[in-house]
């Protein structure tokens, strides 16, 4: 979010509309906070933790646009490329939410990210739903209590996750300089309140 306040903003003034300034989001939020959903699945999209899913062995002769691919070949999807297919999301290295919302809702016609960034088929994490609905109340109490901005480099230029990043089965940084601060008194409160500190 340090990389793109305008994103954050909007999401933080969806978050403060629906949920008001004395609690947290909590899941019967969800339906009402499209924009947090839509910052998601964008973040999702955009640096997906896992940019090469777990390889698979095909157990029999198939083919894919005219070519075979024999049985026991390794295939290794590259999650990374199809969420950057920009067929599917137009400018496809700009962090968008609104890609993936039409008058008001999410737009069902977009492909969700989430259909491919915890793998595929029988190899599917079983974990998905609770990772995503871990990240939305994540990304949703964040930015409803703090402002997170960026910490720029010796020369003043922002930092660039996709120069820092270590990419492979799993994607890791090196560094994630940022700076994190309390929105306001009454979201400090709101932190203490429910961290109990």
């Not at 899941?27 to 940019?51: G, I, N, S």
């Not at 995503?132 to 720029?152: E, G, N, V």
């Not at 930092?159 to 400090?188: M, Q, W, Y």
Request: net charge negative; with cysteine; charged share 25%.
């Amino acid at each position: 979010m340090s990389l793109f306040p305008d994103v954050q903003r909007k999401a933080q003034d969806e978050i403060s509309r629906q949920v008001g300034p004395d609690t947290l989001p909590d899941f019967d939020d969800y339906d009402k906070l499209v924009y947090v959903q839509a910052v998601v699945l964008e973040t999702m999209r955009w640096l997906p933790v896992a940019p090469l899913a777990i390889p698979h062995r095909v157990t029999r002769d198939d083919e894919y646009r005219g070519m075979l691919i024999p049985e026991g070949s390794t295939v290794i999807p590259n999650t990374w490329a199809i969420l950057r297919n920009p067929e599917d999301y137009p400018e496809p290295e700009r962090f968008n939410p609104d890609r993936f919302i039409k008058d008001g809702c999410l737009d069902t016609s977009v492909r969700s990210p989430l259909t491919l960034a915890f793998g595929y088929g029988r190899r599917t994490c079983p974990g998905r739903w609770l990772s995503s609905a871990s990240l939305f109340m994540i990304i949703a109490s964040t930015l409803h209590t703090m402002d997170i901005h960026p910490i720029l480099g010796p020369n003043g230029e922002p930092f660039d996750p996709e120069k820092h990043a270590f990419p492979g089965i799993k994607l890791n940084f090196d560094k994630l300089p940022c700076a994190v601060t309390p929105r306001s008194t009454k979201a400090a409160e709101l932190i203490r309140k429910y961290t109990n500190n």
